[in-house]
């Protein structure tokens, strides 16, 4: 009786980890994984279907829409696979973390929670109220940033001195950083056990009101296994793929790696240090740096988020006036929208959005600025729709992007240097695109 007694006592004061996963849907280089593992007995992985994020916005464009929500449940597929074959599971809930993680912590006696922190503010809000929760039950929330190809703390100047100019932030970035090595996959885990893991849910039920009517095939697969043999296949095919990859502004080399990154299935840093495995083999090729840069944009404007909030999202943006967002033209935006502008190449980079999920960024430039200074609509609607199309959507660098087209961003030296006409003749002068989306 009293060894009974001791062993239960042991069984409650081992340490359980709640590992909450949100945009990080991998194994490797996952540094909050990691630690879960080293710093306790038993990890306890959630995922939450957060109904927010596929209801309508206030600009009548959906959060997440169909092609973008079929992604992440394949994603989060991915990773329930992953732990499965470490003899695990993960918890998958429909339902608001804040409403949810209490109960989890009190029925399976969960020590701390881990998770990664956003930076936008509904994102950062969901953590707010979920540490306030868990507060009361005296139970830590640690946050951890694995977003990025650089860690904040390793960059050479603070968040709120980081420079406004890109090429201010990479210069002195590349010079003065150094990008960190990976973390390792974990090859063994300890589960907490339970029998109620939950199910994945089906599309309808994260967009029970729309007409998913047939979707189209898509050539993007969610998952980590997916995202790192693109990876592979991409760095290691050759010129024909790279090129094969090529948008037609300038010969510009498009990996299409972002869907994989925007939900965590593949990290910057495994990019990066992949990338200069193959330069051994291959030597530099013109297009690794291209991805470097890639994602260099996509940790500035993760860092302009943290360093200004919400103001990437104000119509105004960091204008001195107000911009109120007027009066719109309900059909010209649906013209727009519906890739039936009128205009050949327009309308070909919006049909190729709409039934991929996915456009380069010369095009995605092209149609911004042919939204806002072409058919005079408020570039919100614009950034809104992307929101909802866009497989590698990610709000800091969508509402960056687009505020900085609109001549509204943080960065004064890309403020009112778009033009839509000369976008127009570097983008696709042989009518190549539409050969190609036609085909």
């Known amino acids: 009786m009293q060894i009974a007694s001791q062993y239960k006592w042991l069984w409650m004061m081992s340490k359980k980890i709640l590992v909450w996963f949100r945009n990080d849907l991998r194994l490797h280089d996952n540094e909050m994984l990691v630690e879960a593992i080293a710093k306790s007995d038993e990890i306890l992985p959630v995922y939450f279907f957060d109904p927010r994020h596929f209801q309508q916005t206030s600009y009548h464009t959906l959060k997440t829409g169909a092609l973008r929500a079929q992604f992440l449940i394949e994603s989060v597929a991915a990773l329930r696979q992953s732990f499965q074959n470490l003899g695990g599971n993960i918890i998958i809930l429909l339902g608001k973390p804040e409403d949810h993680l209490p109960v989890l912590v009190s029925k ?5 929670v881990y998770h990664h922190r956003e930076v936008a503010s509904e994102e950062t809000d969901v953590s707010a109220h979920v540490e306030d929760a868990l507060w009361k039950q005296r139970v830590n929330l640690k946050h951890f940033i694995g977003h990025t190809l650089y860690n904040k703390e390793d960059l050479p100047f603070p968040i709120k001195d980081i420079p406004d100019v890109f090429a201010q932030f990479k210069k002195k970035t590349e010079r003065d950083a150094g990008v960190k090595p990976c973390f390792l996959t974990p090859q063994k885990i300890n589960f907490v056990p339970t029998d109620e893991w939950g199910a994945l849910p089906a599309l309808t039920e994260l967009l029970p009101h729309v007409d998913l009517g047939t979707l189209p095939t898509s050539a993007y697969k969610g998952g980590e296994q997916e995202a790192l043999n693109h990876l592979y296949e991409f760095l290691h095919t050759g010129e024909d793929m790279a090129l094969a990859n090529a948008s037609l502004k300038k010969n510009e080399i498009v990996s299409k790696l972002s869907p994989w990154l925007s939900l965590g299935c593949l990290s910057p840093r495994e990019v990066y240090w992949k990338m200069k495995e193959a330069e051994l083999s291959y030597g530099l090729k013109p297009y690794f740096n291209q991805i470097v840069v890639g994602l260099l944009w996509r940790d500035y404007y993760r860092f ?32 727009w929208k519906n890739a039936n502008t009128g205009h050949p190449l327009v309308d070909a980079m919006l049909y190729e959005l709409n039934t991929t999920g996915y456009i380069s960024h010369a095009a995605r430039l092209l149609v911004a600025l042919y939204l806002i200074y072409e058919l005079k609509i408020n570039w919100v609607f614009g950034a809104a729709y992307f929101e909802e199309k866009l497989l590698d959507y990610t709000p800091a660098s969508n509402w960056g992007n687009w505020a900085n087209v609109a ?6 030296r890309l403020t009112n240097s778009f033009d839509f006409e000369k976008q127009l003749k570097v983008v696709d002068p042989k009518g190549l695109y539409l050969q190609d989306v036609r085909a």
């Open 407 to 412: 001549g509204v961003g943080n960065d004064a």
């Open 108 to 112: 399976y006696e969960i020590t701390e």
């Open 304 to 335: 302009m988020f943290k360093k200004y909030g919400n103001v990437f999202f104000r119509p105004a943006g960091f204008g001195h006036a107000e911009m109120p967002v007027g009066q719109v033209d309900e059909l010209q935006l649906s013209a």
